[in-house]
């Protein structure tokens, strides 16, 4: 069935200087003193010590990819990945803010950066060298982000003036090619479900004399099973029965469940486990 018109191509590319460099001669006093060879350690400074600037921005780009992934499926390798298009339109105004953001965060960076030096130097002692820090303008060259669109092209549009018989190969090579990627994409629904039920299987499972029972769940055990749920009917683009039936009955063991019940219940718990493992019974994962 064609998706063209079911998803698009996006691809997120978020860069962040990382703050560290190896001290050659830090590292050889260290081998030295302790009588180690060479590559048994090194010593790697962070150049912007005593400040977590740097850490949040990453700890941010982390956040964006998180999202990034969690909403889309992948397509090749490395580079694009798959985003249905009644996604789109959350997708793009959540990614416009995080975009945003990371520009207020990396400015922050930027307006402090040679008080960020100082501040590094009194922390690093004899470690510190000035001819570590980049320039500013370099400094901004190691921050980015960018996100690219591009559409899904269903069969191969090959422009190329080369023989007749070498364009049929080149265009079947493309749509082999198109269809493996496709049914690889289509493999991650199913491998979240799975992750999913396992790991609630596991967890649902009574310890006999297990007195921290109630500590073992949280409310992401009930809120995460019913967010896939609602992703789900989003990352089904083929539109599979099988997976839509999966979703389905996964959706419909969480109806009625709260975490409270979870904790206290153990007739709860037992009858909830007994669907989940139901679900993983009735499909060829």
Known sequence: M???????????????????????????????????????AEVRKNLLAGTNKRKDIADYAAMCRLYHST??????????????????????????????????LTQGLYDCYEDLIDLAKHHMGTLFDSNDYPSIDELKSKFG????????????????????????????????????????????????LHKTLVGMSEKL??????EETKRRYHDTFVTNAQGLCEMLT???????PKLEEARRALELTMVGVDIDSIKESPDVRSSVKSKVDDILKRFDW
């Open 205 to 210: 499972t009574d310890v006999q004399g297990d």
């Open 2 to 40: 064609s998706i063209t018109s079911s998803a698009v191509l996006v691809e997120l590319n978020i860069s962040v200087w990382t703050a560290s460099k190896l001290d050659k001669g830090a590292t050889e006093i260290v081998l030295s003193s302790n009588q180690a060879s060479k590559g048994s």
């Open 71 to 104: 909403t889309t499926m992948s397509w090749a390798n490395k580079g694009p990945r798959l985003l249905p298009t009644s996604l789109f339109m959350g997708y793009k105004q959540r990614m416009n803010t995080f975009q945003s953001n990371y520009g207020v």
């Open 234 to 240: 989003h990352l089904n683009i083929t539109k599979d």
């Open 145 to 192: 982000f960018c996100l690219r669109f591009s559409p899904l092209p269903e069969s191969g549009d090959f422009r190329l003036d080369i023989p007749n018989q070498e364009m049929q190969e080149l265009t079947k090579q493309y749509e082999e090619d198109f269809g493996t990627r496709l049914k690889d994409a289509m493999r991650e629904p199913w491998d979240r």
